[in-house]
């Protein structure tokens, strides 16, 4: 029987942050930030401008590999995200368990 992976409680270890999720910012969550006036997000957008170059995001402005969410913070063992009440709507909609990028993924195929 499968578990739901709604149910799955997120752990917080970090892995789908681990994914440049950038790339899937959209209209909506654009404008939602310059309506709360969130310029330090709109910029450092922005100053990464990440492009596809085949399997992989680079940026824009030097080339370099756009790896892991420039918002993902970590103290100590502790992940979060340093925009979580106002993340973008990929991040909102992400169920635990949900990708190969969980390590709860296997359990919720089980």
Same mark, same amino acid.
Do not use: H
């Given at each position: 029987?499968?578990?739901?992976?709604?149910?799955?409680? %997120?752990?917080?270890?970090?892995? %789908?942050?681990?994914?440049?999720?950038?790339?899937?910012?959209?209209?909506?969550?654009?404008?939602?930030?310059?309506?709360?006036?969130?310029?330090?997000?709109?910029?450092?957008?922005?100053?990464?401008?990440?492009?596809?170059?085949?399997?992989?995001?680079?940026?824009?402005?030097?080339?370099?590999?756009?790896?892991? %969410?420039? +918002? +993902?913070?970590?103290?100590?063992?502790? +992940?979060?995200?340093?925009?979580?009440?106002?993340?973008?709507?990929? %991040?909102?909609?992400?169920?635990?368990?949900?990708?190969?990028?969980?390590?709860? +993924?296997?359990?919720?195929?089980?």
């Amino acid at each position: 029987m499968m578990e739901n992976p709604s149910a799955i409680e %997120c752990r917080r270890c970090g892995k %789908c942050c681990l994914a440049n999720l950038i790339a899937y910012v959209t209209d909506e969550d654009i404008g939602r930030w310059n309506r709360e006036g969130r310029r330090d997000i709109i910029l450092i957008l922005e100053i990464e401008k990440g492009v596809w170059a085949g399997d992989r995001l680079v940026s824009s402005r030097d080339g370099k590999n756009l790896r892991g %969410c420039p +918002f +993902f913070s970590c103290t100590g063992q502790a +992940f979060s995200c340093s925009i979580y009440e106002t993340r973008p709507e990929v %991040c909102r909609n992400y169920i635990p368990g949900s990708s190969e990028l969980c390590p709860q +993924f296997a359990k919720s195929r089980s």
